[in-house]
């Protein structure tokens, strides 16, 4: 398994924003599918956002407008700009490597996450 590194989670009031890091070596220059997810004690993981392999951005309803997911190639970094953040949005937030894995260095991979806590 590939080793993620997550940073940039921290305590922000409701409407304030949070920029997430992660990286790992190789994995945006390879052109992996990469995505974030959250998780709260209470809720099972959900899924936030995605950049596909052929460089699509997808986000779930409960956060598009608010967050934007991207990559820079040159430093193999994901990041994730949450503007407006609300309550609803703490958690631990994960980045993946999705795949495919016959594309090298893209094996499914996890990092240990970072904390968002978001009061209002």
């Known amino acids: 398994q590939i080793q993620l590194k997550e940073s940039g989670g921290g305590s922000v009031q409701s409407g304030g924003s949070l920029r997430l890091s992660c990286t790992a070596p190789g994995f945006t220059s390879n052109g992996c599918g990469v995505s974030w997810y959250r998780q709260t004690e209470e809720k099972a993981r959900e899924w936030v956002a995605s950049?596909?392999?052929?460089?699509?951005?997808e986000y779930p309803d409960s956060v598009k407008g608010r967050f934007t997911a991207s990559k820079d190639k040159r430093t193999d970094t994901l990041y994730l700009q949450m503007n407006n953040l609300e309550p609803e949005d703490t958690g631990v937030y994960t980045c993946r490597i999705v795949g495919p894995p016959w594309f090298p260095g893209c094996e499914d991979s996890w990092g240990q996450g970072t904390q968002v806590t978001v009061s209002s």
């Open positions: 950049i596909t392999t052929d460089e699509r951005i």
